[in-house]
């Protein structure tokens, strides 16, 4: 257990459609990524929150967004799903930054279905 | 970010060592070498990391050769659980704004033989 959590665990929804994903962090980390992983694309990085702000975004499109609260549980919001849309959705947590980059910590994932 | 190299695939016994390739030939002086792993239905996990030196922990070795072009996740004595895909990671310094993500490649999908 990597004090991830992630729910909900699976997802099953109609293409047009919006879902909201949500992650707690292990208690104390501070950074919150999101990952996409799908059978064509492999694991991508979405994007990354420090501490409510946004740090870094990756290969993530405009159809999604995310937020971290002050509580530092972060949501993904996916709208205007597509077939495509179909994956498992990582959240990560990790410390403050060392210099050789901070240990993530990977939930066990959100399985989405869009049909 | 550098690109990583690894087999596709790899196959060994259960109890016996099992030794990782991870090319790296475009790797920079601030790069750190970072290994993940991921079990079947479950999300990455940390395995170990360095920069030049050897590294143990309780879960595996890393050797990095002397160039750093290259390096070999080894573990001891492998076991039905190490069963997994094993990722190889290069992280450029924090101090780079975005270098925080992780970028995985393919990684080797490790099977282990009872």
């Known amino acids: 257990d990597s004090g991830v959590t992630q729910t909900p665990k699976h997802l099953i929804t109609a293409t047009g459609q919006r879902v909201t994903l949500r992650c707690s962090p292990r208690?104390?980390?501070?950074?919150v990524y999101w990952y996409q992983q799908s059978l064509d694309q492999g694991l991508q990085f979405l994007i990354h929150?420090?501490?409510?702000?946004?740090?870094a975004k990756g290969n993530i499109l405009e159809r999604f967004s995310a937020q971290q609260f002050p509580d530092l549980h972060s949501e993904l919001n996916l709208s205007s799903l597509e077939l495509g849309d179909s994956a498992l959705y990582f959240c990560?947590?990790?410390?403050?930054?060392?210099?050789?980059?901070?240990?993530?910590?990977f939930g066990p994932g959100t399985r989405l279905l869009v049909l | 970010d550098a690109k990583t190299t690894q087999p596709n695939s790899m196959e060994s016994n259960e109890e016996e060592p099992v030794h990782l390739p991870c090319n790296h030939s475009?790797?920079?002086?601030?790069?750190?070498i970072h290994w993940y792993r991921q079990l079947p239905s479950q999300g990455p996990e940390y395995v170990i990391h360095?920069?030049?030196s050897n590294v143990n922990n309780r879960m595996a070795s890393l050797a990095i050769a002397e160039d750093r072009k290259s390096s070999t996740l080894i573990l001891h004595r492998a076991t039905l659980r190490d069963a997994a895909v094993y990722y190889c990671?290069?992280?450029?310094?924090?101090?780079?704004?975005?270098?925080?993500?992780?970028?995985f490649g393919q990684g080797t999908r490790l099977t282990i033989n009872p």
């Open positions: 990671i290069l992280r450029d310094s924090p101090i780079i704004q975005g270098a925080q993500k992780l970028v």
């Open positions: 360095g920069l030049t």
């Open positions: 475009t790797i920079s002086g601030t790069d750190y």
């Open positions: 990560a947590s990790s410390p403050p930054s060392r210099r050789e980059g901070a240990t993530q910590y």
């Open positions: 208690s104390g980390d501070l950074s």
């Open positions: 929150y420090y501490n409510g702000e946004e740090r």
